[in-house]
Structures are given as structure tokens and as C-alpha cells.
């Protein structure tokens, strides 16, 4: 769910102040959960498990915290008794899936010093493929849409003003993020230091892979997935990090790192868009009017906005009662017009959160599918 006002908890239809004795006990629980799981899988480094935790640190701890300090504030509002709950229930399943890790984890322990296999040539060709095939997707894209598509030219979700768009979408997002994982991953072959050396290949094929990689980033930032180009980046880390054992130090860099870029994909995108068309950028905000950083992307904006959701969730189903698992016969559907799913009553749990809290409007710009 995106957007949003400025929003505060409440309770029995009175404004509650949020304050950091109502989530002290809570976040501090889900603080050494996090951490204890940490410690008892600090080897090898950069996990996936690892990940994970880091991403519901920021969601469930963080972002927790900054909406107490902020006197309750929530992205979408909602019942104070919901957001705990929601937290309770989240910090409830992050157990279990630490639990069933850890019992692997004691099982089959992980060895930091795994070889790894991989074909340079295979590699390459698969970057070639997937290169072109997100290329044709977003050349389709631009024609059948006359350019409608663009951040700048829209006020519809991209699967909405484009034809067939709920092919055509994930065929450019999804072959553009392998893609610059794997240019990057090339990239880095090439250079000292990695497990070739600049002599051994080509200057014109290494600045075509920095091509390639840059045109695969723009062509994601510019479509607006942010979650794509990190995961093409944790990837190529990933890979990264394993073949050079690095330690924590340089994965706490790469994670502040990520959660940076995170915040400037979208400013990053209308940039981009106002550049190619030529448009006036809009006025700039003053510094001193907006709100700190931390605030800024990780409480009033949709980064990481679980915490948020919970209250809508429980709210419909206060309102309407559980769906017996009713919305996963709809899955198939995604790939269809929403006016189908909707017509035949086939509606995902997407759709029926998203229209309980938008109304009309969620079927008019289908942002949120």
C-alpha cells in the first residue's frame, strides 16, 4: 500500500499519543531476538538469513521507534490496538522462521570457505540474452504506450496505460535486474583484483559491460523499482563477498549503502525523466523545512511500511471476517485486466485490502497491483 497523509494511531475513536513507554518492552524483545539470531549465525558473513534480519530490524525496530518518538504517527492510520497487535503477530512469525533456520542452521552448518562454480562465458551469455530480451520489452512498452509510460506522463499504475502491460512489465524488470547483476558481476571479473586481469580481456568489452550495466540501472530506476536494483546489488555483494570472505565492517557499509540508495531511486527517476524530456524540475524543497532524514524515508514514506499495513489488515477483518483462503484462487489472475478479477468476483488479497481502504479509487488507478 502507498501514499498516504500525516496519520496518528487511534483507539475507541480517540486520537492516542504514541509515546516510547507504549513500545519500550516490544522493541527491546524484537531488538535481542534479531541480535541473538545474529550471533548464533555470525558465520559465515552475508546470509540471506542475515538479510532478512537486517530488513525486519528496519521495519519492526526502527521504524516503531520513529513513529513513537513522533507522537504515533502511521502512513495509513488505524486502530493503536491493530498496530500492536500487527507487531506482535510479526514478531510471533520472525521467531518461528528463526527457529526453523537455526535448525538447519545446527544441522547443515554453512562453510564460509565453499568453493564456488561458475562459467565466465555462460555468464555472459546469459547477460546478453536477458539484455535483450528487457530491451525489446521496453522498447514494446514505449511504442504501444506513445510514451505513456513515463513517470512524468502518467497518473496510472504502468500495467494500467500500458497494452498487455502485465506481460510486457515484469518481461523488462525482471531481465534488466539479472542483467546488471550479472554485468556487474562480470565487471568485477575483469578488473585487478578480481579473478581476471584487465590484460586478459578487451578495453572495448569492458566499457561495453559498463554500458550495459548502466542502461540496465536507468532502465529499472526510471520504471520505479527500487527493490530490483538492490536485489541486483545484494546479489552481485553477495558473490562478492563470499569469494573474498569479506567481514562485517565492509557489509555494515554496503548495508548503509543500500538502505541510501533505496532513498534516492525515486528522486534519482524524476530526474532522469525530466533530463530526457527536457521538463523544468520543480521547485526545490527548503532544507530546513523537511523533515530529518530518518523520518523522511523511513516513516513518512511507503519504505518498509509493514508495521503500517497491520491495522488495515486487521481492520477488514474486523469488518468482513477471514477469507477461508478464498484470494488464492485469484493468483492466476494477476496477469489478467483487474476489471476481470473484478467482474467475476476473483479478487486477491491485494485487491480487497487496497479497495477496502481506497474505495473507488484503487479500481480507477490500479497503483497498488
Known amino acids: 500500500m502507498v501514499g ?22 516490544g522493541q527491546s524483545t524484537r531488538f535481542f531476538c534479531i541480535f541473538f539470531s545474529l550471533i548464533l549465525t555470525f558465520r559465515p558473513a552475508f546470509t540471506l538469513f542475515h538479510l532478512f534480519l537486517a530488513t525486519q530490524a ?14 504515533g504517527f502511521s502512513l495509513y492510520g488505524g486502530p493503536l490496538a491493530f498496530y500492536n497487535e500487527g507487531l506482535f503477530l510479526n514478531l510471533l512469525a520472525n521467531v518461528l522462521v528463526a527457529l526453523g533456520y ?35 520489452a521496453l522498447a514494446l512498452i514505449h511504442f504501444l504506450s506513445g510514451g505513456a509510460w513515463l513517470p512524468n ?21 525482471i ?23 584487465a590484460t586478459q580481456i578487451f578495453c572495448w568489452f569492458f566499457l561495453f559491460l559498463l554500458l550495459v550495466s548502466l542502461t540496465s540501472a536507468i532502465a529499472l530506476v526510471v520504471l520505479y523499482q527500487r527493490g530490483f536494483v538492490l536485489v541486483a546489488l545484494l546479489v552481485t555483494l553477495f558473490f562478492v563477498a563470499r569469494l573474498h570472505k569479506w567481514g562485517y565492517t565492509k557489509l555494515v557499509l554496503v548495508a548503509l ?23 523544468a524540475p520543480s521547485a526545490p524543497v527548503n532544507i530546513e523545512e523537511q523533515p530529518p532524514f530518518l523520518q523522511r524515508h523511513f516513516l513518512y514514506s511507503p519504505n518498509f511500511d509493514t508495521a ?47 479497495a477496502y481502504y481506497w474505495g473507488n479509487v484503487y479500481w480507477e488507478k490500479k497503483f497498488w497491483v
Not at 498516504?4 to 509515546?19: A, I, K, M, Y
Open 4 to 25: 498516504g497523509t500525516r496519520r496518528c494511531l487511534r483507539s475507541g475513536g480517540s486520537e492516542l499519543e504514541l509515546t516510547e513507554s507504549h513500545h519500550s518492552s
Open 58 to 71: 528496519v521495519a519492526f525496530v526502527l521504524r516503531p521507534i520513529l513513529s513513537a518518538a513522533d507522537g
Open 102 to 136: 537455526l535448525a538447519v542452521y545446527a544441522w547443515r552448518h554453512p562453510k564460509a570457505s565453499q568453493p564456488y562454480q561458475y562459467s565466465r562465458s555462460s555468464l555472459l551469455k546469459g547477460t546478453w540474452m536477458s539484455f535483450g530480451l528487457g530491451l525489446t
Open 153 to 173: 506522463a502518467r497518473s496510472e499504475a504502468i500495467t494500467r496505460v500500458v497494452p498487455f502491460g502485465k506481460v510486457l512489465f515484469p518481461l523488462a524488470v
Open 175 to 197: 531481465p534488466f535486474s539479472f542483467t546488471l547483476a550479472s554485468s556487474a558481476l562480470l565487471i568485477f571479473f575483469c578488473v585487478p583484483g578480481g579473478e581476471a586481469t
Open 257 to 279: 549503502l543500500s538502505l541510501v540508495l533505496l532513498t534516492q531511486i525515486r528522486p534519482t527517476a524524476q530526474f532522469i525523466v525530466n533530463l530526457l524530456s527536457g521538463t
Open 308 to 354: 503500517d499495513v497491520w491495522p488495515i489488515v486487521l481492520s477488514y477483518i474486523a469488518d468482513n471476517g477471514y477469507k477461508g483462503g478464498s484470494t488464492f484462487l485469484a493468483v492466476p489472475l494477476r496477469f489478467f485486466p483487474p476489471s476481470l478479477r473484478l467482474e467475476y468476483g476473483l479478487l486477491s488479497a491485494v485487491d480487497e485490502l487496497n
